[in-house]
Nanobody, 116 residues
């Protein structure tokens, strides 16, 4: 079993920054991929950023150039650095961890609200 916990959400003004953390624990050594997703009220969950074991990254069109996914090098912790936040970034942000040889594991989510 794998546990995933997100943290770092909160209220921020437009143009501000936040850093989300994703900590995974349990019986696994390596991950195939780690992804950040978000879901706004009334909308489907969408990909924000994805990082594979090989180090390649992929970003949703709405966040390219503003968000950066990192981490996982030595500890099972990953980050989502979010800059120049906009009101449309308001959503619950989820972390998905895919350990090698195991299924997908999701956290409970952390709320990000961008408002003046």
């Amino acid at each position: 079993q794998v546990q995933v916990v997100e943290s770092g959400g909160g209220l921020v003004q437009p143009g501000g920054s936040l850093r989300l953390s994703c900590a995974a624990s349990g019986r696994f050594i390596q991950t195939l991929a780690v992804g950040w997703y978000r879901q706004a009220p009334g909308k489907e969950r969408e990909l924000v950023a994805l990082r594979t074991r090989g180090g390649s990254t992929n970003y949703g069109d709405a966040v390219k150039g503003r968000f950066t996914i990192s981490g996982g090098a030595s500890m099972h912790t990953w980050f989502l650095e979010m800059n120049n936040l906009k009101p449309e970034d308001t959503a619950v942000y989820y972390c998905k961890v895919v350990p090698v040889g195991m299924g997908d594991y999701w956290g409970q989510g952390t709320q990000v609200t961008v408002s003046s």
